[in-house]
Every structure is written in C-alpha cells, then in structure tokens.
C-alpha cells in the first residue's frame, strides 16, 4: 500500500510522491500521522546530495530492513539524526536507515531551493 504526497517547496513549485509501508512500517505511520508536515529544509553539508528536514520528532529506530545504500529519489528517514531526507544522488549513509518512500515527480526543482526554505509535505487530495 502507498500513501501519495506533495511536497510543496514554497515559492519554487511541489514535488510528487508516494510513502510506502514495505521497508519501515512503523516509521513511514508515524510520518502519515503527523501530516501535514512543515519544517525548514537545507542541503547535506558541503554538498548537494540530499535535501534534509531535521527536527521529524517520530523516535523510530531502524529496523531489520534498515539500509546503508540510497538511491536518487528516495525518502528516508534517519533515526540517528532524527530527519527526513530526500536523495538527490545514488550514495552511502554513515550509519544505517529507513526507506520510506520515493519522489515521484519533479526532483529537479530542488536544485533550486535556498537552505533554510520551508518545505510543507502533504497527503495528496
């Protein structure tokens, strides 16, 4: 089962995609429960690869299908830092995490925000 979203990057456009319980159940329920979501987004330190919301508040640990490998376009969630990330190139994490689900549509708009922009993450309609 998938939950679609938008994420709404406020004043450059929104973004598609889906929550998926297959890899974290428990993580990706907690994150459907707390929608709507808004929080300042910012880049990965140093770089571009990924687009961080800190602060997700859920106190989800991993779980046996806890991964060290993302892909570009993936969602996860980082129980050690306590963020939502969105993937915006293939890497490695430095400790292991929860995939949550993937973006869709529109990934290229990110390349655009400003850290510091709010980011709204909505059950779509």
Not at 4 to 28: H, M, N, Q, W
Not at 63 to 70: A, I
Not at 97 to 125: E, F, S, W
Request: glycine share 8%; hydrophobic share 40%.
């Amino acid at each position: 089962m998938s939950i679609d979203i938008e994420i709404e990057l406020f004043g450059i456009g929104t973004l598609k995609g889906e929550l998926s319980r297959v890899y974290a159940p428990l993580s990706t329920d907690a994150i459907v429960n707390k929608l709507p979501i808004v929080l300042r987004g910012r880049f990965s330190f140093g770089s571009k690869a990924y687009w961080t919301l800190p602060g997700i508040e859920i106190y989800k640990g991993h779980n046996p299908k806890s991964v060290k490998n993302v892909e570009k376009g993936e969602i996860i969630y980082n129980p050690k830092t306590e963020e939502l990330l969105i993937i915006l190139q293939d890497g490695e994490m430095p400790n292991k995490v929860n995939k949550i689900g993937r973006v869709t549509d529109n990934l290229q708009l990110l390349l655009n925000a400003k850290n510091g922009l709010n980011t709204k993450i909505n059950r779509m309609k």
